[in-house]
C-alpha cells in the first residue's frame, strides 16, 4: 500500500475506523503507523477529506466530535437500525435533561443555583446519574460557604450529542421556537416524548459503524420546558455569589428556611 497516496489513506482510515467503535483522535491515528512510514499530518487532513466525501450518499457519515473522528450511521436511519437490539436503554426524565441542559448552558454551576432556576430541589440520583454517565464532573468548588461543588461537562458528553465543542451547542433562542408552546412542569415522572425516546434508544458501542445513539443535542433541548429569559450562556461567573445547597432530597419544592 502506498502510504503517501490520500486516497488509498482514506481507505486505510476507513477500515481503522470502522474497526475501533470509538472516536480517534489524528494523534491516535498517527501513532499507529511506524515511525518510518508515518505519513505527514496534512497528508492524514487530506485523506480524512477524501474519506468524509466518499461517504455522500452513503448510510453512514464521517464526524469529527471531541475526541476525534468516527463513522457513524446517518440519523435518517436511527429508528431501524436500533431495532437490532432487543434491550432498550434506561429512560431519561425530564427532571435530568432540565438538570443536564442548565449546566450545559450555564457551566460552570452549583446544584443551589440549578435549584434556584428550576424552583425545585435536585435529586441526589440526577446528579449521580450524570456523573456516573461521564456526562459531567466536578471542576472546583464556589468561594462561599459551604463550598458548593460546581459542575460542567465533559468531553463524553460533547462525544455522545455529537458536538466537537461548546460553541456548537444551539441558541437557546433558536431551541425556544421549535417548541412554540411549552408545557411547564418539572415533574420528574413525566414520560420522554416518543420520537425523542426512539433516538435516545440506539446503543451499540460494539458495532463495526456506530449507529448514531448519538441523539442531537438540539432535538433533546427542544423538548424540555422553556429556560428562564436570563439564562446566560457565558461561563465567566467564578466569582458569583451562590445560596447555600439545598439538602440532598427527592423532587420537591425548594423552600427557605
Known sequence: MNLSDPKQLASLLEAILLAAGKPQSLERLQELFEEGERPEPALFKEALAILGRSCKGRAFELKEVASGYRLQVRESFAPWVGRLWEERPQRYSRALLETLALIAYR???????????????????????LIEREWIRVVGYRDVPGKPAMFATTKVFLDHFNLKNLDELPPLAVLRELEPEPVLGFDEDLPVPEALQARADLSAPEADVLPRDELSFSSLLAELDAMEQDLRTDFDDLAEPAEPLAPDEDETPATQH
Open 107 to 129: 457551566q460552570p454551576i452549583t446544584r443551589g443555583e440549578i435549584e434556584d432556576i428550576r424552583g425545585v430541589a435536585v435529586n441526589s440520583h440526577i446528579v449521580k446519574t
